[in-house]
């Protein structure tokens, strides 16, 4: 991995207009949002195909195949991307616009954000993510804590290779 490329995603404020910015005032949520830039025009739908379809992510895909049987391919990638389907592997989408889209867990425990931000030349790629407490639990409970650092490290590693990836394609 090149440092630079790393150094380049920052962990940012969650947006209280964004579809994520709701889940910042639920009692005992973890929320966070990441953004790196590319310097040229990226279509949302390039970015959630690129997104869904990384090496990395196909770990992730493999893992959920086997572990809770949500299998995915890069076709539902596709679909998911150009708005064909509201379902892709453990997520469901919970709200979708032309620049955003929130897809929400088969459990109702997370919420991961993409969203897109045009200008001059250029791309705002954003990745961001949502835990909520067990209804009627008022945290999030020991073994979510211990894994928010993985978590954050994961969810850096998960746009850097989206970004490569689009960056590739250029």
Excluded at 36 to 45: L, M
Excluded at 119 to 139: D, H, I, N, R
Aim: charged content about 20%; proline content about 2%.
């Amino acid at each position: 991995m090149n440092g630079a490329s790393m150094i380049s995603i920052r962990k940012t404020p969650v947006a209280a207009n964004s579809m994520l910015g709701k889940y910042t005032s639920v009692a005992g949520a973890y929320t966070d949002c990441y953004v790196t830039e590319i310097p040229h025009r990226v279509t949302f739908s390039e970015y959630i195909f690129a997104f869904y379809t990384t090496s990395l992510f196909k770990m992730e895909r493999a893992i959920l195949k086997f572990t809770v049987f949500k299998p995915s391919t890069d076709v539902d990638a596709k679909n998911l991307a150009h708005g064909l389907t509201d379902k892709f592997a453990a997520w469901t989408v919970e709200s979708r616009s032309e620049n955003e889209i929130l897809l929400c867990d088969f459990l109702g425990r997370t919420r991961s954000w993409l969203m897109v931000e045009h200008a001059e030349g250029a791309t705002k790629l954003y990745f961001g993510s949502a835990v909520v407490p067990k209804k009627g639990s008022e945290g999030l409970g020991s073994i979510s804590i211990l894994l928010l650092g993985f978590h954050q490290v994961y969810s850096v590693l998960l746009l850097y290779f989206a970004k490569r990836r689009l960056m590739s394609k250029r």
